[in-house]
């Protein structure tokens, strides 16, 4: 049983002065799902989640949280924040356009990554808190954690981005693919559908599973095996492999969870993400940073490859960021920070407490007083888990595959 919220709720703005986005369009009012873990204070840690996340972080991401771990509520205040353009409590496309009476649904306007770190800051502000000691997230979750660290430098102590970079080409092949399957079911009727486009939603998912995850874990987990159901494959042309099986389970489960217009909000503002929009260049984007900066790449990401990861830990330390790089080794792909958080969770505690390869905690903004240290590129660190005493970050690791993931 996961651990329950001290306290949650919504918080509606913008009721008076509509909210501009990025593209230019508005919302008005705005509404976001919080969910606070721990005594509410003046500074907090905001967890961000992913595309299909909610603002309940123990409900995902429950291996980080305890004594020891990354989230240790007798200590720190967390925060969770259902990101603008979700249906989990926040304003999206499902929510009630007071204008017409009736759901947004694909009237609802192109949002950004920024446009959601933004609507976060109003809910921070009503909260109380003035200071995040840290930001963190995972895919679309670490874009924000970045983002709040560009946006609002004089806020956040530490962001900590895992499996985040702006999309490749080829992550932008995917989410345009995903996407069409869904607009593609006629059950989806241009968005103004009454009961979700079931068979759109759910190979949609089914081709993000494939990018999620490895081909080295499919095959370990699923080779070419029948369903688990008991078809045969060579007796009918819709008898399944275990891998079909697989994936059409994960479909099915989005579905009853999760809205076909929030996924195509969502995954298109995952395809905008820039930390250069809304200034001249990246790198002046970058130098803004005020944060420590730690990013964590994947080996078997492809869709945030590692190496764009540390390419983008070397913008950082170029721009006069403390920006450190490590490489988390798993066959579960990009989902690894939510499938091997057991391992993540203790390496994450050391990082943040500063143990950088023994290294002592240091105050300083390198922006302020650039440390001669921050000159070459971006290195993989290797951390040693301080409860067992062995090296735990490079060793791959290969946790049974959730049905449920």
């Given at each position: ?23 230019g ?52 205040c ?32 192109l949002?950004?990554?920024?446009d ?39 806020l ?22 995903q ?21 759109g939603?759910g ?24 369903n688990?159901?008991?078809?045969d ?27 076909a ?11 905008t ?12 984007a ?105 090296q ?14």
């Amino acid at each position: 049983m996961s651990l329950e919220p001290t306290l949650q709720g919504g918080f509606t703005f913008a009721a008076d002065t509509p909210f501009s986005l990025d593209s230019g369009a508005t919302l008005q009012p705005v509404t976001l799902h919080y969910a606070v873990y721990g005594k509410l204070r003046g500074e907090a840690t905001l967890v961000c989640h992913a595309l299909s996340g909610s603002a309940r972080v123990a409900d995902w991401w429950e291996g980080m949280f305890g004594p020891g771990r990354p989230f240790d509520t007798e200590r720190e205040c967390v925060i969770g924040i259902n990101i603008l353009g979700s249906c989990y409590g926040s304003t999206g496309p499902s929510s009630i356009d007071p204008r017409t009476g009736k759901p947004y649904g694909p009237d609802f306007p192109l949002i950004s990554i920024r446009d959601m770190v933004r609507a976060q800051a109003q809910v921070l502000r009503h909260l109380g808190v003035e200071r995040l000691n840290v930001v963190i997230g995972g895919s679309i979750g670490g874009m924000q954690a970045l983002q709040w660290a560009v946006d609002f430098p004089e806020l956040v102590g530490t962001a900590v981005a895992i499996g985040a970079t702006p999309l490749s080409a080829m992550g932008l092949a995917l989410n345009h693919l995903q996407r069409q399957v869904i607009r593609l079911d006629p059950d989806f009727r241009g968005g103004r559908y009454e009961q979700q486009p079931a068979r759109g939603l759910g190979i949609a998912r089914s081709i993000a599973m494939c990018t999620y995850k490895s081909a080295t874990l499919f095959h370990k987990r699923f080779a070419r095996k029948p369903n688990r159901s008991g078809e045969d494959p060579l007796a009918a042309l819709d008898n399944r492999y275990d891998i079909a099986g697989y994936l059409d389970y994960q479909g099915g489960k989005l579905v009853e969870r999760f809205d076909a217009n929030a996924y195509v909000v969502i995954s298109k503002a995952m395809d905008t993400f820039e930390l250069g929009h809304g200034y001249a260049s990246e790198a002046e984007a970058l130098q803004r940073i005020r944060a420590k900066v730690l990013l964590v790449g994947i080996s078997s990401d492809w869709l945030f490859p590692a190496a764009d990861v540390k390419a983008l830990a070397d913008r950082l330390r170029a721009a006069g960021v403390d920006s450190r790089y490590l490489e988390l080794v798993s066959d579960h792909g990009h989902d690894a920070f939510l499938a091997d958080a057991q391992v993540l969770a203790p390496l994450l505690s050391a990082a943040l407490a500063g143990h950088y390869s023994g290294e002592p905690k240091s105050d300083s903004h390198p922006n302020e007083a650039k440390p001669a240290s921050l000159g070459g590129p971006a290195s993989v660190t290797t951390l040693e888990n301080p409860t067992p005493r062995r090296q735990v970050w490079r060793a791959a690791v290969n946790y049974p595959i959730a049905r449920d993931g």
